[in-house]
C-alpha cells in the first residue's frame, strides 16, 4: 500500500512539473501580434496601380461597370452591386460613380471591394 502511495504522489509531482514547464515555454509574445505587424508593414499593391474603368452596356437599356487592372479585367459587374436583380443602372453616370467609389476601395486595399446597400444610399441610389 505504500509503494501505491508513493507511485501516486511522484507520478502527480511530475505532472505538476510537467505543467509549469508547458506553461514556462508558453509565456511570452503571443504569435498573432508578430503576424498582425508583419501584415501592417505590407506595401498596399493598389496605390499606384494602373486602375481603370469601362462603362458597359447591360441589359434593359441599363448600364454596368467593367475595372481593370493593368488592362486586364478585374471586376466585370453588369448589374447594380448590393441589390437584387440583374439589371444595371438606369444613366452611364451613375455606373460611372459607383465604379469610382470601387476604384477608391480597391487603392485603399479594400479587398473584396464590396458595395452595400448604404454606400448606395449615401450616393443617392
Known sequence: ????????YYTTFLLI???FFISACQTGAPQNTFVAQE???KDNPYANAEITTKIIPS???TFGYDILLYGKPLIHQ??????PGNEGFTNEEKA??????????I????MPPTVTIDDLNTMGY
Open 107 to 110: 487603392r485603399n486595399n479594400e
Open 17 to 19: 512539473l510537467l505543467m
Open 1 to 8: 500500500m505504500r509503494k501505491n502511495k508513493s507511485a501516486i
Open 39 to 41: 501584415v501592417k508593414s
Open 59 to 61: 441589359i434593359n437599356d
Open 78 to 83: 453588369p448589374s447594380i452591386p448590393g441589390l
Open 96 to 105: 460611372q460613380k459607383v465604379a469610382d467609389f470601387v476604384v477608391k476601395k
